[in-house]
């Protein structure tokens, strides 16, 4: 490996393990859609307690978690095709030079590819998480009693709400494996490129959080649903 691999392997894990670290100060000086969106499934499982009939939260969770198993069964088959080349003997590995690959030696490529393997396992492993986790949430909306005081159904909300949170933030770093599965995929062509992707795949993560539409669309609904809450209170 040349200096530029060592950098720009350092930039990659340096990026895939500061992101959440960088999302949650990004979070107490200006927001961010992750952190939004607990207040608006704190707001969504409190909502839920107040309805006689949940038939539509649980169809709302079950597509969420068919989502997920889409994922899953995704990351799945990419981790089987990644794993068959690695795996496979030179004779798979040679077939790279001919898509424009950087001409290096097996053990480097052999490297690269378990880099990219490496994202889509840890990918999946958050996945299969949230889907339990998801399964059990279901199971609280379905156990949710008719509660009469205004404090206990708050109370089982906000329970069920600690329940899907993690299991929709483990959904997002598992789709956020793509992105840097796809920036390990870069080095292939060469230390440059995994650079270009790993900046490029986090600040695009980072737009997206912070600044996307969707993320300021959020930010204004959190804020009304604090202001409906604390009215409420």
């Not at 969420?64 to 798979?92: E, H, M, P, R, T």
């Not at 052999?110 to 339990?132: Q, T």
């Not at 909306?141 to 949170?165: C, M, R, W, Y």
Request: net charge neutral; with cysteine; hydrophobic share 55%.
């Amino acid at each position: 490996m040349t200096a530029i691999d060592w950098l720009g392997l350092a930039l990659f894990f340096l990026c895939w393990l500061g992101y959440d670290p960088l999302l949650r100060l990004l979070a107490h000086r200006s927001g961010s859609l992750n952190t939004d969106m607990l207040t608006v499934r704190h707001a969504w499982m409190t909502a839920m307690t107040h309805r006689e009939i949940r038939l539509l939260d649980s169809q709302l969770l079950g597509h969420s978690i068919n989502s997920g198993s889409f994922f899953a069964s995704s990351n799945l088959l990419l981790i089987a095709g990644v794993a068959g080349i690695l795996f496979g003997g030179d004779q798979a590995l040679q077939g790279f030079s001919a898509v424009g690959a950087e001409v290096v030696p097996v053990p480097l490529l052999e490297a690269k590819l378990g880099l990219v393997l490496v994202c889509l396992a840890r990918g999946l492993l958050d996945f299969i998480w949230s889907i339990r986790q998801m399964n059990y949430a279901l199971a609280l909306i379905g156990a949710a009693p008719e509660i009469h005081s205004e404090s206990d159904k708050v109370a089982f909300g906000e329970a069920t709400a600690q329940v899907l949170n993690p299991a929709l933030a483990a959904f997002s770093q598992g789709v956020r494996g793509y992105y840097f599965a796809l920036a390990a995929a870069a080095w292939l062509f060469g230390p440059v490129w995994l650079c270009a992707g790993v900046l490029s795949a986090f600040t695009l993560l980072v737009w997206r959080q912070s600044a996307s539409p969707a993320a300021r669309a959020i930010r204004t609904a959190r804020r009304l649903l604090e202001v409906d809450r604390e009215r409420g209170a």
